[in-house]
């Protein structure tokens, strides 16, 4: 298991608004999973994305940041997936 230190402030939440999940769950899986972290360094390059394309001012612009917005749900669903407690 590869430990990490703590998530920042922003992309805390970042994950918890996109999520729903309480601030300690994705502190600590952010700390002791990989995968997670993975996710979570996509979300905000998706994020970031998103929001240039959301004011882009081009024609493919539109079109381009529903495709983001699109991703970036899913790649939530991945976050709520991982944070899902096991039954």
Same mark, same amino acid.
Request: aromatic fraction near 0%; charge should be positive; proline fraction near 5%.
């Given at each position: 298991m590869s430990v990490s230190g703590p998530i920042d402030a922003? #992309? #805390?939440r #970042? &994950? =918890? /608004?996109r999520t729903? *999940?309480?601030e300690a769950a994705i502190c600590r899986a952010y700390e002791s999973d990989s995968s997670f972290r993975a &996710?979570? *360094?996509d979300v905000r390059t998706c994020s970031r994305a998103l929001r240039r394309w959301e004011a882009a001012d081009s =024609? =493919? *612009?539109p079109a381009l940041a529903a495709e983001y *917005? /699109? #991703?970036l749900e899913d790649l939530a669903e991945e976050l709520r997936r991982i944070l899902k407690p096991e039954p």
């Open positions: 922003s #992309l #805390l #970042l &994950v =918890r /608004d729903g *999940a309480p &996710v979570c *360094a =024609r =493919r *612009a *917005a /699109d #991703l």
